[in-house]
């Protein structure tokens, strides 16, 4: 059966291996002995074993009916709130879960259908097929160079040089229009990463309360994060400010502070730093009360709040900058002016 | 080289490479494992005090000094209020197992009884946080979103979106907040134990509390719902790329693998 | 292949008359498209059957899901920063000022039905796509599948690949959610750190100050049509090329480097291709009914004050947060200028990193000179200079990945941070290096291991005792195919330089590039880089000698 199979084509003598000096040297015991003959398979052979194969994928295909159905079944009684618990994944949407696992279903019966039905229906009896060489052949590459070389003489690109060199000329130029186009994609830097909604006199307002802030409201120990007084989450520009102006105040004793400008900069111990990272400038915020380090939840730049907000570990190139405060004469805790330094991620403008 | 080259066939080679490789893993996890810098901290009624007093000295007082004055190998609980005891103790980190970066929590010793015996005591040595009521902690009523943005303002740098938990430095970390009492929750804010900061009722008010323990039990408890399907530990994207790449491409491949083998041959028997 | 030509002839005595409904389709067609000309090179096209040849396909059909599912998705999403209060059935939200993109996308999640399905598939098939590339690119890689002819296609694919994760991370900054968000802003530090532009393109890219209300619809339009645009050109140009070329195949008996052996494009490959469509859209739909993907209802919408521990960008881009979280942090001040060394040299870094996989190719076909066209595949243990490069940049790769991972490795493993992030930066010099020893190592003794079998054939571990003794394992001989198999592969010698002195005595002296090649060639190739394949005197000595065992 099998040998009568095999196409003559694909016999070993036809085959043609590569590399040329162990090419079959009769008696070579590394030649090539060409493609091996054809072995069938179960379903070649056994008219049974191929009828069970074909039952098996009109089953596969049938069953992909089914989950289509069921797909169109759960979309259209399923409420898209209800919630259902299943072991082991716990509680989970129930029209997610009917309408992914029958469209899986459908799906991949579909898929495994074709692929059964190819692996043992259709025929697997290995083809060669020849390569040719990528490469033309020199004829060719002849004839295009001639080609190449008598249209480049006609249109006398290389003669008339005042031609292609304005063409030139033109071509650089025009694309500089696009870029131009691009200039109102945003305003210059100018000063802007320089400033925060930070002035003299305004009020430390506590973002969780509202009010503003005082300064027996904060503990040795306590992490409490402020905005500028004035602002409101309303704002059409509060994003873009709260990104420079967010703040995060702590209190240390006196004797803990081991930076002579952070100590004067503060007010009773109360010290205020700017929220954002030095880094890339994510809001840096995890504040180890023992140890006074603040750490970086992105990247892990650690700043110790006892000694300046300088960098001890990590990426960060520069200090936290401190917002200088003081206590009002109503008693509130209030800015002495902005941040002396820009907040943030460093720039090259930045100095 | 050519000696150990000779070797590498002999049957021992496997084991010792093994034992090595084992060596190598130890030696790499003892340097690296977070060193010992730990600190705890604890705190403070009245014929309770004298109970309190005697299981004081007996678990607290070796590194805590025996008048909670403090020592080298526990800080002062003086002023630390009864909320900081309930809490140290009630969860477990307390009496500490070993000195370590962070006491871990583990399962409590002391009962809720003996607890409040020595809360007692501690907070008789100095005025402190007192144990929050029931109505202080109960999550009914409060505004589960105000809850949302409160934790995500004040508690998910350290302790991620949902309270999965997280690393600090030097082996520190914050640890999942999933189905603990939320009067341990209340307690912990307002009292701040070992590294986290306090949150006072005049930084974070009473109301602020209950919404985030709100939000909490309505995102990280056994009951939260996850519509998705698996939450993947919670933790975001490296968890999703480790499942994309498991079982994701490793499904993948595997249909692969099938679709490109060559099917049974007959092979006559 | 009989039975088919019955069929034609039997279908071509009624066709006498009229021709069938579908052949006059076609001839309409081919009068117009010249189809039957495209089919005849095409039809019957034959492809090699190997698992690792799907890792493609793999590829290819998760983009096309992204593509149909982004597609549902664009119906729904609103691409706007306008800021909204939240009212829809999510309870933890209601009442929360979010922007137009978080509130559609929650949307998207709550209210319309198989939403959440959709996204799901979206963002799984786009981590699925992603290692896809991975590994496919790593299959064609170590098996030298990269070579003549295929160097531009080699390209193509790691365009792709690149264009892939810049797609992948516009997406995933959409829904405006605090993760995303987090990664956005780390994207305008980075960007900060140019020298001189820095800022003007930042400016520029946000429309302001970051975070404006720009970036999301500048982020969609790039998301949907720019960069799926030029993707969907390049992966066509990629097919067609693997097409043209031919795939390639491993050596084996009857396959060699002038044909192509394997199962015709029709009818096995259409049902095997086509099948495996389904079958990756049906696996990526089960994993989206059981696992929850960027759930933005747990994260929260954007505030920049605002972030959560464990912040991490989707995988592919693991390898860049790696380099910028274990880069010390330099920062040079000189004359009212900053240079951010400390995020500008990561920056750096991340694309010299990738390229350098890109170059290979050119780098190894300069070296070895070989100027042949390559249909066979090499088997990663007979280039082990190239499958130890392969592999110290994997290693290069995964030791940023675990960098980028550093705070989830510490909780996870109860280690130190900073320990693990002194590792990373100590790890990403030396672990590629020993990688790149150990794996060339390895792939010496596998060579040696199939000399062993060529010439003394395989154990069988039946253990035989001599009339004298002596105890002997039966070593079976290998099967000519076999044999073949394991020599069929070329072993290159390195280069020599020239003799100093030309026969005439005229000094000639080699140019620097020539050295630096001759160099590089004998450190590819010269002694103690691969094991000499048996030879046909070797084995008939041992053969003939030896008898039987």
Same mark, same amino acid.
């Not at chain 1, 602002?231 to 803990?256: C, G, S, T, Y």
């Not at chain 1, 190139?317 to 800015?335: C, F, M, S, T």
């Not at chain 2, 005049?202 to 309505?218: F, G, H, P, R, V």
């Given at each position: 059966?099998?040998?009568?199979?095999?196409?003559?084509?694909?016999?070993?003598?036809?085959?043609?291996?590569?590399?040329?000096?162990?090419?079959?040297?009769?008696?070579?015991?590394?030649?090539?002995?060409?493609?091996?003959?054809?072995?069938?398979?179960?379903?070649?052979?056994?008219?049974?074993?191929?009828?069970?194969?074909?039952?098996?994928?009109?089953?596969?295909?049938?069953?992909?009916?089914?989950?289509?159905?069921?797909?169109?079944?759960?979309?259209?009684?399923?409420?898209?709130?209800?919630?259902?618990?299943?072991?082991?994944?716990?509680?989970?949407?129930? !029209?997610?879960?009917?309408?992914?696992?029958?469209?899986?279903?459908? !799906?991949?019966?579909?898929?495994?259908?074709?692929?059964?039905?190819?692996?043992? !229906?259709?025929?697997?009896?290995?083809?060669?097929?020849?390569?040719?060489?990528?490469?033309?052949?020199?004829?060719?590459?002849?004839?295009?160079?001639?080609?190449?070389?008598?249209?480049?003489?006609?249109?006398?690109?290389?003669?008339?040089?005042?031609?292609?060199?304005?063409?030139?000329?033109? !071509?650089?130029?025009?694309?500089?229009?696009?870029?131009?186009?691009?200039?109102?994609?945003?305003?210059?830097?100018?000063?802007?990463?320089?400033?925060?909604?930070?002035?003299?006199?305004?009020?430390?307002?506590?973002?969780?309360?509202?009010?503003?802030?005082?300064?027996?409201?904060?503990?040795?120990?306590?992490?409490?994060?402020?905005?500028?007084?004035?602002?409101?989450?309303?704002?059409?520009?509060?994003?873009?400010?709260?990104?420079?102006?967010?703040?995060?105040?702590?209190?240390?004793?006196?004797?803990?502070?081991?930076?002579?400008?952070?100590?004067?900069?503060?007010?009773?111990?109360?010290?205020?730093?700017?929220?954002?990272?030095?880094?890339?400038?994510?809001?840096?915020?995890?504040?180890?009360?023992?140890?006074?380090?603040?750490?970086?939840?992105?990247?892990?730049?650690?700043?110790?709040?006892?000694?300046?907000?300088?960098?001890?570990?990590?990426?960060?190139?520069?200090?936290?900058?401190?917002?200088?405060?003081?206590?009002?004469?109503?008693?509130?805790?209030?800015?002495?002016?902005?941040?002396?330094?820009?907040?943030?991620?460093?720039?090259?403008?930045?100095? | 080289?050519?000696?150990?080259?000779?070797?590498?066939?002999?049957?021992?080679?496997?084991?010792?490479?093994?034992?090595?490789?084992?060596?190598?893993?130890?030696?790499?996890?003892?340097?690296?494992?977070?060193?010992?810098?730990?600190?705890?901290?604890?705190?403070?009624?009245?014929?309770?005090?004298?109970?309190?007093?005697?299981?004081?000295?007996?678990?607290?007082?070796?590194?805590?000094?025996?008048?909670?004055?403090?020592?080298?190998?526990?800080?002062?609980?003086?002023?630390?209020?009864?909320?900081?005891? @309930?809490?140290?103790?009630?969860?477990?980190? +307390?009496?500490?197992?070993?000195?370590?970066?962070?006491?871990?929590?583990?399962?409590?010793?002391?009962?809720?009884?003996?607890?409040?015996?020595?809360?007692?005591?501690?907070?008789?040595?100095?005025?402190?946080?007192?144990?929050?009521?029931? @109505?202080?902690?109960?999550?009914?009523?409060?505004?589960?979103?105000?809850?949302?943005?409160?934790?995500?303002?004040?508690?998910?740098?350290?302790?991620?979106?949902?309270?999965?938990?997280?690393?600090?430095?030097?082996?520190?970390?914050?640890?999942?907040?999933? @189905?603990?009492?939320?009067?341990?929750?209340?307690?912990?804010?307002?009292?701040?134990?070992?590294? +986290?900061?306090?949150?006072?009722?005049?930084?974070?008010?009473?109301?602020?509390?209950?919404?985030?323990?709100?939000?909490?039990?309505?995102?990280?408890?056994?009951?939260?719902?996850?519509?998705?399907?698996?939450?993947?530990?919670?933790?975001?994207?490296?968890?999703?790329?480790?499942?994309?790449?498991?079982?994701?491409?490793?499904?993948?491949?595997?249909?692969?693998?099938?679709?490109?083998?060559?099917?049974?041959?007959?092979?006559?028997? | 292949?009989?039975?088919?030509?019955?069929?034609?002839?039997?279908?071509?005595?009624?066709?006498?008359?009229?021709?069938?409904?579908?052949?006059?389709?076609?001839?309409?067609?081919?009068?117009?498209?010249?189809?039957?000309?495209?089919?005849? #090179?095409?039809?019957?096209?034959?492809?090699?059957?190997?698992?690792?040849?799907?890792?493609?396909?793999?590829? /290819?059909?998760?983009?096309?899901?992204?593509?149909?599912?982004?597609?549902? /998705?664009?119906?729904?999403?609103?691409?706007?920063?306008?800021?909204?209060?939240?009212?829809?059935?999510?309870?933890?939200?209601?009442?929360?000022?979010?922007?137009?993109?978080?509130?559609?996308?929650?949307?998207?999640?709550?209210?319309?039905?198989?939403? =959440?399905?959709?996204?799901?598939?979206?963002?799984?098939?786009?981590?699925?796509?992603?290692?896809?590339?991975?590994?496919?690119?790593?299959?064609?890689?170590?098996?030298?599948?990269?070579?003549?002819?295929?160097?531009?296609?080699?390209?193509?694919?790691?365009?792709?690949?690149?264009?892939?994760?810049?797609?992948?991370?516009?997406?995933?900054?959409?829904?405006?959610?605090?993760?995303?968000?987090?990664?956005?802003?780390?994207?305008?530090?980075?960007?900060?750190?140019?020298?001189?532009?820095?800022?003007?393109?930042?400016?520029?890219?946000?429309?302001?100050?970051?975070?404006?209300?720009?970036?999301?619809?500048?982020?969609?339009?790039?998301?949907? =049509?720019?960069?799926?645009?030029?993707?969907?050109?390049?992966?066509?140009?990629?097919?067609?090329?693997?097409?043209?070329?031919?795939?390639?195949?491993?050596?084996?008996?009857?396959?060699?480097?002038?044909?192509?052996?394997?199962?015709?494009?029709?009818?096995?490959?259409?049902?095997?291709?086509?099948?495996?469509?389904?079958?990756?859209?049906?696996?990526?739909?089960?994993?989206?009914?059981?696992?929850?993907?960027?759930?933005?209802?747990?994260?929260?919408?954007?505030?920049?004050?605002?972030?959560?521990?464990?912040?991490?960008?989707?995988?592919?881009?693991?390898?860049?947060?790696? =380099?910028?979280?274990?880069?010390?942090?330099?920062?040079?001040?000189?004359?009212?200028?900053?240079?951010?060394?400390?995020?500008?040299?990561?920056?750096?870094?991340?694309?010299?990193?990738?390229?350098?996989?890109?170059?290979?190719?050119?780098?190894?076909?300069?070296?070895?000179?070989?100027?042949?066209?390559?249909?066979? /595949?090499?088997?990663?243990?007979?280039?082990?200079?190239?499958?130890?490069?392969?592999?110290?940049?994997?290693? #290069?790769?995964?030791?940023?990945?675990?960098?980028?991972?550093?705070?989830?490795?510490?909780?996870?493993?109860?280690?130190?941070?900073?320990?693990?992030?002194?590792?990373?930066?100590?790890?990403?010099?030396?672990?590629?290096?020993?990688?790149?020893?150990?794996?060339?190592?390895?792939?010496?003794?596998?060579?040696?291991?199939?000399?062993?079998?060529?010439?003394?054939?395989?154990?069988?571990?039946?253990?035989?005792?001599?009339?004298?003794?002596?105890?002997?394992?039966?070593?079976?001989?290998?099967?000519?195919?076999?044999?073949?198999?394991?020599?069929?592969?070329?072993?290159?010698?390195?280069?020599?330089?020239?003799?100093?002195?030309?026969?005439?005595?005229?000094?000639?002296?080699?140019? #620097?590039?020539?050295?630096?090649?001759?160099?590089?060639?004998?450190?590819?190739?010269?002694?103690?880089?691969?094991?000499?394949?048996?030879?046909?005197?070797?084995?008939?000595?041992?053969?003939?000698?030896?008898?039987?065992?």
């Amino acid at each position: 059966m099998s040998s009568q199979d095999i196409p003559e084509e694909n016999l070993p003598s036809t085959q043609d291996a590569h590399g040329g000096a162990v090419t079959k040297t009769a008696g070579d015991p590394f030649a090539d002995p060409g493609l091996p003959p054809h072995e069938a398979r179960i379903q070649d052979i056994d008219e049974q074993a191929a009828k069970r194969s074909e039952r098996v994928v009109a089953f596969l295909f049938l069953l992909s009916m089914l989950a289509t159905v069921g797909f169109i079944a759960s979309y259209v009684s399923v409420p898209v709130d209800k919630s259902i618990y299943v072991f082991p994944i716990g509680h989970i949407s129930a !029209l997610n879960f009917s309408l992914g696992l029958t469209l899986a279903v459908a !799906l991949f019966c579909i898929g495994a259908g074709a692929v059964h039905w190819a692996r043992t !229906l259709m025929s697997d009896v290995e083809v060669a097929d020849e390569r040719h060489a990528i490469a033309a052949e020199p004829d060719v590459k002849a004839k295009v160079l001639a080609d190449f070389k008598q249209g480049a003489e006609e249109s006398a690109f290389g003669r008339r040089k005042l031609i292609r060199n304005t063409m030139f000329g033109a !071509l650089a130029l025009v694309p500089l229009s696009g870029v131009m186009l691009l200039r109102d994609l945003g305003p210059l830097p100018g000063t802007k990463l320089r400033k925060t909604a930070w002035s003299e006199g305004k009020m430390l307002i506590n973002q969780n309360t509202l009010q503003p802030l005082r300064p027996e409201d904060i503990q040795v120990g306590s992490l409490t994060f402020a905005m500028p007084e004035g602002m409101k989450e309303e704002d059409h520009d509060f994003q873009k400010e709260i990104a420079k102006a967010a703040l995060m105040i702590v209190r240390l004793r006196p004797e803990n502070i081991k930076d002579k400008r952070e100590l004067d900069w503060s007010a009773d111990g109360i010290v205020a730093f700017s929220k954002i990272c030095t880094h890339v400038g994510c809001p840096i915020s995890l504040y180890e009360q023992q140890t006074h380090h603040v750490l970086c939840p992105c990247h892990q730049s650690t700043f110790d709040l006892s000694d300046g907000g300088r960098v001890i570990f990590g990426p960060a190139g520069h200090a936290l900058p401190q917002l200088r405060i003081k206590v009002n004469d109503k008693g509130y805790l209030e800015a002495m002016g902005d941040f002396a330094e820009p907040v943030g991620p460093a720039f090259w403008e930045r100095g | 080289m050519k000696k150990l080259s000779a070797r590498r066939r002999h049957p021992l080679a496997a084991v010792v490479v093994l034992l090595f490789a084992l060596a190598v893993t130890g030696g790499l996890y003892a340097a690296f494992a977070p060193a010992d810098t730990a600190k705890a901290d604890g705190t403070a009624q009245s014929l309770a005090i004298e109970e309190g007093k005697k299981l004081y000295s007996v678990g607290c007082a070796s590194c805590h000094g025996t008048g909670g004055q403090g020592t080298s190998d526990g800080p002062s609980l003086v002023g630390v209020g009864a909320a900081a005891v @309930d809490f140290q103790v009630r969860t477990g980190r +307390m009496p500490l197992q070993q000195q370590g970066a962070q006491a871990p929590r583990k399962k409590a010793i002391y009962s809720q009884a003996q607890t409040d015996q020595i809360a007692a005591y501690i907070a008789s040595l100095g005025a402190g946080p007192s144990v929050p009521t029931k @109505d202080q902690y109960s999550p009914d009523g409060a505004d589960i979103a105000k809850g949302g943005e409160l934790f995500r303002t004040n508690c998910a740098q350290c302790h991620n979106f949902t309270g999965k938990g997280g690393a600090l430095s030097n082996g520190k970390y914050a640890p999942d907040l999933t @189905d603990v009492n939320p009067k341990h929750i209340y307690e912990a804010m307002q009292t701040g134990p070992q590294n +986290m900061p306090s949150f006072p009722d005049t930084t974070m008010s009473e109301k602020n509390k209950k919404d985030i323990i709100a939000y909490l039990d309505t995102v990280n408890s056994s009951k939260s719902e996850s519509p998705g399907g698996l939450e993947l530990g919670g933790l975001g994207p490296v968890s999703e790329g480790l499942f994309a790449w498991i079982f994701g491409l490793g499904a993948l491949i595997a249909v692969a693998i099938w679709v490109a083998a060559h099917t049974a041959k007959a092979k006559k028997s | 292949m009989s039975t088919t030509t019955t069929n034609e002839s039997g279908a071509g005595a009624p066709g006498r008359r009229k021709a069938p409904a579908g052949e006059r389709v076609a001839d309409w067609a081919d009068g117009r498209l010249g189809i039957y000309s495209l089919a005849k #090179a095409n039809m019957r096209k034959i492809f090699p059957d190997h698992w690792s040849f799907m890792l493609g396909e793999v590829c /290819l059909y998760s983009f096309v899901i992204i593509i149909l599912t982004g597609v549902y /998705l664009t119906l729904f999403f609103h691409p706007s920063m306008e800021e909204v209060v939240y009212h829809g059935p999510y309870v933890p939200m209601q009442g929360m000022r979010m922007s137009e993109a978080f509130a559609s996308t929650l949307n998207i999640s709550f209210d319309v039905r198989g939403g =959440l399905l959709i996204r799901q598939i979206h963002h799984w098939a786009a981590l699925i796509f992603l290692a896809g590339m991975f590994v496919h690119m790593m299959r064609v890689f170590f098996t030298g599948a990269f070579r003549k002819p295929r160097e531009v296609n080699w390209l193509f694919g790691f365009l792709l690949f690149v264009l892939g994760m810049f797609t992948g991370f516009t997406g995933y900054s959409l829904p405006d959610d605090l993760l995303s968000g987090t990664g956005v802003r780390f994207m305008e530090g980075a960007i900060l750190s140019v020298p001189i532009i820095g800022t003007y393109i930042s400016m520029f890219l946000f429309g302001g100050e970051f975070p404006g209300s720009d970036f999301v619809p500048r982020f969609f339009s790039i998301h949907v =049509l720019l960069l799926p645009g030029i993707m969907l050109g390049l992966l066509v140009a990629h097919l067609i090329l693997v097409i043209y070329h031919k795939h390639t195949q491993f050596p084996g008996p009857g396959r060699t480097n002038k044909n192509v052996v394997g199962l015709p494009l029709m009818p096995v490959y259409m049902a095997k291709a086509g099948g495996f469509f389904f079958l990756v859209f049906g696996i990526i739909a089960a994993i989206a009914a059981i696992a929850s993907i960027n759930p933005i209802w747990a994260i929260g919408p954007y505030r920049p004050d605002q972030v959560s521990t464990g912040a991490q960008p989707d995988w592919y881009m693991g390898f860049a947060e790696g =380099l910028i979280r274990v880069m010390p942090g330099w920062e040079i001040n000189l004359w009212g200028h900053t240079l951010v060394l400390g995020v500008f040299i990561p920056l750096v870094i991340f694309p010299l990193v990738l390229g350098a996989i890109a170059v290979w190719p050119f780098i190894e076909s300069w070296v070895t000179g070989d100027k042949r066209e390559h249909h066979l /595949l090499d088997r990663p243990r007979n280039a082990p200079t190239r499958t130890a490069f392969g592999a110290a940049w994997i290693a #290069a790769y995964f030791v940023m990945l675990v960098g980028g991972g550093n705070d989830l490795w510490a909780t996870h493993f109860h280690l130190s941070i900073n320990a693990i992030t002194w590792f990373v930066r100590i790890g990403f010099f030396v672990i590629p290096v020993l990688t790149f020893i150990a794996t060339r190592r390895v792939c010496m003794g596998l060579q040696r291991r199939d000399r062993d079998k060529v010439l003394h054939g395989r154990e069988s571990g039946i253990i035989k005792r001599l009339p004298h003794g002596e105890f002997v394992e039966v070593h079976e001989p290998l099967s000519q195919e076999q044999l073949h198999t394991l020599t069929a592969h070329e072993q290159p010698k390195p280069l020599e330089l020239e003799p100093e002195f030309d026969e005439n005595g005229v000094a000639r002296k080699a140019g #620097a590039g020539r050295r630096l090649r001759v160099k590089l060639s004998k450190g590819f190739y010269g002694d103690g880089t691969q094991i000499p394949k048996a030879t046909r005197e070797e084995y008939e000595e041992i053969t003939s000698g030896h008898g039987h065992h």
